[in-house]
């Protein structure tokens, strides 16, 4: 696959430019013509590498810099700035910043091949160990990595000790209008809220990891579907009473829960099962929990029945 760059310069002529300097490197260049919109595209394409040009109308190359390293999400994209000046209090600037190079325009075709390979060679390198990390740099919870790991040792421990495993799986109800609505730094805002909410009613030895987007999970050792479920619906009440405010204005956010429990040890469906009982949850409405009973060797198919709760119901599957 193709490494992604993505150019964002005001000046027109400088995009073709840029894209023959670099025809012979393994790139896809995608442009941006100002500094809003190209914060837009890092957010859906999150390339390899940003050429950035410093002077630009609005938000100027420095300002969008600094917004792109607060972003947790973002923060470790390599940065190279473009300038016509190269003065070095504006290097400084840019390197403290957090961009790794400078390019001074006019660009030479040799130079800029050079700090752009050297570049993404960085970014490689940094996919690479975010790849293997297992801390959700967002959140500050766990990463899939880690919950597929831990859901591993868990499953080998049953093999041995029987002990009661669940799974939650918890999905942000309509987080794209949020984003839409109120833009993605207040969706990333609701994202470590929700986290923060999770931990908290999690005790030391349950496992809560964001798996990606708006969907987290957790793995709860010796407890059952039904016990899970409770842990599941105070998570869900929490959520629903928590202030989320932009601009002044509280905004409500809610979350749809499924719940499941291992069955035989050597049961590996957990997550695949949660994500189902979660289904049904959106299917009945959406802020519910809904829990379904482990696997045997002849299933029923589960009756929905729908238990009332203060803020939403709670829907459990009974066989």
Do not use: W
Not at 136 to 156: S, V
Not at 158 to 171: T, Y
Not at 222 to 241: C, V
């Amino acid at each position: 696959m193709q490494q992604q760059l993505l150019l964002i310069d005001d000046s027109k002529h400088i995009h073709p430019l840029i894209k023959a300097l670099l025809s012979d490197e393994q790139l896809e260049i995608h442009s941006a013509y100002d500094a809003e919109f190209g914060l837009s595209l890092v957010k859906s394409l999150r390339p390899d590498l940003i050429l950035m040009d410093v002077d630009m109308p609005g938000i100027n190359g420095f300002e969008a810099c600094r917004r792109l390293k607060s972003d947790p999400d973002n923060a470790s994209i390599p940065l190279i700035f473009l300038t016509s000046c190269g003065s070095i209090e504006e290097k400084v600037r840019g390197l403290e910043l957090g961009a790794v190079d400078y390019v001074t325009k006019p660009c030479n075709r040799a130079e800029l091949q050079a700090r752009v390979r050297a570049s993404l060679r960085m970014s490689h390198l940094i996919r690479l160990l975010e790849e293997k990390a297992l801390i959700d740099a967002l959140t500050g919870l766990g990463n899939r990595a880690m919950f597929e790991q831990r859901l591993g040792a868990e499953i080998a421990l049953r093999i041995r000790s029987s002990a009661p495993l669940a799974c939650i799986l918890l999905d942000l109800d309509k987080f794209k209008s949020i984003n839409d609505s109120f833009g993605h730094p207040f969706g990333d805002f609701v994202l470590r809220k929700v986290a923060s909410i999770i931990s908290e009613h999690c005790r030391t030895e349950d496992v809560g990891c964001r798996l990606g987007g708006e969907e987290f999970a957790v793995l709860a050792p010796h407890t059952n579907a039904e016990q899970a479920a409770t842990l599941a619906e105070r998570m869900r009440l929490a959520i629903a009473k928590t202030a989320f405010v932009h601009g002044g204005k509280s905004v409500s956010v809610t979350c749809s829960f499924g719940v499941v429990d291992a069955g035989d040890p050597y049961d590996r469906s957990l997550l695949e099962r949660a994500d189902a009982a979660l289904y049904a949850s959106k299917q009945q409405g959406r802020n519910r929990v809904t829990a379904m009973p482990a696997p045997t060797q002849s299933i029923p198919t589960p009756t929905m029945r729908t238990i009332p709760a203060p803020a939403a119901a709670v829907a459990v599957a009974v066989a």
